[in-house]
Structure formats: C-alpha cells, structure tokens
C-alpha cells in the first residue's frame, strides 16, 4: 500500500511513518509541502493520502480540491488537523472529504483503524 504523509511538521511526520511503518506492508512516502506532493502525484495517486490541513502554502483542503478528479472509490484520503473544530469537519464532508483524523494521542490508532478498513467500529463517519 502506497502511502504518502503530507505533515509541515516534519518531528510529527517522522513519528506518525515510524508508527505506520511497522506494518511491512505501508510504503510511506513523506512531504512537507502540498506542492511537493502534487509534482510527485503527476496525475497517479497513491492509494491513501493523509495530508495535515494546515500546510505552508497550499492547504490540505486546496491540495484535495486539485486531486479530487483523480480520487477513485479505492482511493482514500485522511485529513489531518490539530484542531477539533466541528465546522471545519463539516466543510471537509460537504467538499467531499470522508476521514477526518484529530492529531491528539489516538492518532496513530485512528489512522490504523482507516487503513485497514475498519473505520466504521471506530468512530468517524461515512
């Protein structure tokens, strides 16, 4: 599974492939910028994209609005925020955003539970 990590905060980026990385089967690619992903997308998706809502730049939000033509159902794009802001989760599905991931100490657990399909028993929505 091809996974690239879009986090500015490149101490957390490190944490969140290291946990991630335990699992042989994630190939994770890391990216400090929206635009650095998107020169490396070149039209071709990986299969799971977690990018941090707030990025220098271009935003997590904006960098979805680009690729949202290329998503396919086996695609899936995890959104990342520090901030539990209701409105903002609101605006993320309206745009087409289904996960949705608060960066506190469930991180690592929430973004697993994605991964592996298993979403639905956990606590997002769909």
Known sequence: MRIFLIEDDEIYAEFIKKALGQNSEYQISTFTTAEDALKEINGKLPDVLIIDYKLPGMS???????????????????????????????????????????????VIESLESILSGKEDDYYLFD
């Open 60 to 106: 997590g939000i904006d960098l979805y609005e680009k690729i949202k033509d290329l998503i396919k159902d086996s695609n899936k794009v995890i959104m990342l925020s520090a901030l539990d802001d209701g409105n903002m989760v609101l605006s993320f599905i309206q745009k087409g955003v289904r996960d949705y991931v608060i960066k506190d100490e469930n």
